[in-house]
């Protein structure tokens, strides 16, 4: 099984940035897509961002134009660029490594990662 670690959350103002990572062990051969999920205080996980290994990306509309996902294939890593960042931004960011965006997009993937916590200040 594909083990994923996070890293990169922190403590950042209002309007400020951070940029996530996502370390994968491994390719994985029934691993087609990554994403990030959040979980806020109080609120169920939601999905953040999507990105298959054929480069494709879909957004939360909430994070569209704020947010970039991407991928570097040869160091397995998964990145999550957050900019002109919100408080409602804040909580725990998980990346997840699964087969299809159709089930990804429904929360059922292969793996997660540990999470990351994110907090954001107004």
């Known amino acids: 099984q594909v083990q994923l670690v996070e890293s990169g959350g922190g403590l950042v103002q209002a309007g400020g940035s951070l940029r996530l990572s996502c370390a994968a062990s491994?390719?994985?051969?029934?691993?087609?897509?990554m994403a990030w999920y959040r979980q806020a205080p109080g609120k169920q996980r939601e999905l953040v961002a999507i990105i298959t290994y054929s480069g494709d990306t879909e957004y939360a509309d909430s994070v569209k134009g704020r947010f970039t996902i991407s991928r570097d294939s040869a160091k397995k890593t998964m990145y999550l660029q957050m900019n002109s960042l919100k408080p409602e931004d804040t909580g725990v960011y998980y990346c997840?490594?699964?087969?299809?965006?159709?089930?990804?997009?429904?929360?059922?993937?292969?793996?997660w990662g540990q999470g990351t916590q994110v907090s954001v200040s107004s």
């Open positions: 491994e390719s994985g051969l029934s691993i087609n897509a």
């Open positions: 997840g490594a699964g087969s299809s965006t159709f089930l990804m997009r429904r929360q059922v993937v292969r793996s």
